[in-house]
């Protein structure tokens, strides 16, 4: 390890740049998921297969792939501008990476403060016990993000919500059908999720989900 670091020492990157680049590349994958769209993609997700009665059908890791190139797509333009003010610049030596982390930093600060909730800004300003600005965007990020990320479960979960209830009302008739019909030793959910996966295809339903994911963030 010593003999890495004399050597990329010697190609000129200090070993307290390396430190940070590191550490930033351990971080990326938290990075990724609380503060991009991802967290709010993935449980509406999970709650349409669960609602749909599917089980495992399609698997976790076909439904985190999804989020994560509906999360590119959705990110593509915040990406496009971190990449114009800062990694170029960076890259061809005209800023320094200290002022590099933080023009990356804006771009990702307004994308997370356009989708949080005032009250819950307000909430962990308050709870962060600093001053309240005029400007949003001079908080810092110690305090946008989790304020973000707890206003992405929210509306993540109310998204999960609206969607039980079609497919919870297809259950209840068919539940209530069979009881009348004596037929009560047949499991309600085996004659629901035909009819569930009928309607989900009926109205195109994934594209209909990726659609209102992605208008769903401002």
């Known amino acids: 390890m010593g003999d890495l670091l004399t050597g990329l020492n010697g190609g000129n ?26 967290t709010r993609t993935i449980i509406i997700l999970h709650f349409a297969r669960t609602a749909m009665g599917t089980q495992n059908s399609p698997p976790n890791m076909v439904i985190a792939g999804i989020s994560l190139f509906l999360t590119l797509f959705i990110m593509s333009p915040t990406i496009a501008q971190i990449n114009e003010v800062a990694y170029q610049p960076y890259r061809s030596g005209r800023i320094s990476q200290e002022e590099c982390i933080k023009r990356m930093a ?54 999960g919500f609206l969607l039980y209830l079609p497919f919870l009302l297809i259950d209840i008739v068919v539940s209530t059908t069979l009881m009348a019909m004596g037929m009560v030793m047949l499991p309600p959910t085996m004659v629901s999720m035909p009819f569930k996966l009928l309607l989900f295809i009926t109205v195109n339903g994934w594209e209909l989900l990726f659609s209102t994911i992605i208008n769903s963030f401002r």
Do not use: C, H, W
């Open 106 to 159: 804006g771009p990702a600060k307004e994308f997370m403060l356009r989708n949080t909730e005032k009250e819950t800004l307000d909430r962990f300003v308050d709870m962060a016990d600093i001053a309240v600005q005029d400007d949003v965007r001079d908080y810092p990020l110690t305090v946008v993000t989790p304020a973000f990320m707890t206003s992405e479960l929210k509306r993540g979960f109310t998204a």
């Open 13 to 38: 990157v200090p070993t307290l740049d390396l430190i940070f680049m590191l550490t930033l590349v351990a971080l990326a994958p938290s990075i990724v998921i609380m503060m991009t769209s991802f």
